[in-house]
């Protein structure tokens, strides 16, 4: 089976019609996606903009990061979830417009580096050097909002050929 047919296979499902069909379930699903989206880059960003020197002064970011870190979860599953659900009212569109790939491509590359080098630099005790930080920051914000303006541009570009 190819990646085309499983695509076309998610928009046959029975969710992925009733989504389709329904301006009510398609304004639910993406309320909830940007709901989890705010959470989301609403709690890195708070994370970032203390490892920028920037923002909450009076705790510190690891403080800042272990308060916050079911927050930015709970968007995260949000946005999982949501997210195929959306994908799946018009999966073969999604599959031929780059867009999405390109967000796919950025949203593995911005969970692994979160989870990866941004949580040890952001749980770091004692704090890393203020340059390390700054740059782990920036790589972090530029990886979630190329996640975000990939996402919106799924819906503004349409596939090459329609």
Excluded: N
Excluded at 21 to 42: K, N, P
Excluded at 54 to 81: C, D, F, K, Y
């Amino acid at each position: 089976m190819s990646l085309m047919e499983v695509f076309e296979w998610i928009q046959g499902t029975p969710v992925g019609a009733a989504i389709r069909r329904s301006a009510v379930l398609i304004a639910l699903v993406e309320g909830v996606h940007l709901v989890g989206l705010a959470l989301l880059v609403g709690t890195i960003l708070m994370v970032d903009l203390s490892l920028l020197g920037r923002g909450i002064r009076r705790l510190s970011t690891p403080e800042i990061a272990w308060q916050l870190a079911g927050w930015t979860v709970a968007g995260l599953v949000i946005m999982l979830v949501s997210g195929p659900l959306m994908m799946s009212s018009e999966a073969v569109r999604c599959y031929k417009t780059p867009a999405f790939w390109v967000k796919m491509a950025l949203l593995a590359t911005a969970l692994l580096f979160h989870f990866t080098i941004h949580r040890k630099v952001a749980l770091a005790e004692p704090q890393v050097t203020a340059g390390r930080a700054a740059m782990v920051a920036t790589a972090s914000l530029a990886l979630w909002f190329g996640v975000a303006l990939a996402g919106k541009a799924i819906a503004i570009f349409p596939p090459p050929g329609l």
